[in-house]
């Protein structure tokens, strides 16, 4: 199972969340698959808002993934990373395709995001993100930050806000 970077396991739980809102309760495929042909048209025709999640709504029904290594050893880091490899490792048919090459062209970076965001989405098996708990960042701390005297308050201080302490 890979690591990949906590900002494409945000992401790729955000998605997750624009598509049940899209879809709605009782779902509305109707709704969900006019919403999904408007962005796959405008991102086609070289236009389209730059958006990491709308691109990755735009791709996730359509796209295909041909090398899942490449893309899962690309999710390791979320800013730095080869575009170029990443668009090799999958693809699109029909309009969207137009729309796959249209994101290389115009937004690679963005674009790469995107990719791996609805990879993650589609396979949230293959992958764990990193712990970032307050229990796993205390993991090691002994809690010893030393006695340091000169940040210690005064006894005089201290009585003031003593509810209990003397009048």
């Not at 790469?112 to 993100?129: C, D, G, V």
Request: a negative charge; proline letters at 3%.
């Amino acid at each position: 199972m890979s690591r990949v970077h906590p900002e494409f396991a945000y992401q790729s739980r955000e998605l997750g969340g624009q598509i049940e809102g899209i879809l709605g309760d009782p779902p509305d495929r109707k709704n969900y698959q006019n919403m999904i042909q408007a962005l796959v048209s405008e991102y086609a025709s070289g236009a389209g808002i730059e958006d990491l999640n709308m691109m990755a709504f735009a791709l996730v029904d359509h796209i295909e993934f041909h090398d899942r290594q490449t893309i899962l050893e690309e999710a390791g880091d979320f800013e730095e990373g080869d575009a170029a490899r990443v668009f090799a490792a999958a693809s699109c048919s029909g309009e969207a395709e137009k729309m796959y090459a249209a994101l290389e062209e115009n937004y690679p970076d963005l674009g790469r995001q995107a990719i791996i965001t609805a990879f993650l989405h589609k396979h949230p098996r293959l992958w764990s993100e990193d712990d970032v708990s307050l229990d796993q960042l205390a993991e090691g701390d002994d809690g010893d930050d030393g006695d340091n005297d000169d940040d210690a308050v005064s006894d005089d201080f201290a009585q003031m806000f003593d509810q209990e302490g003397e009048q």
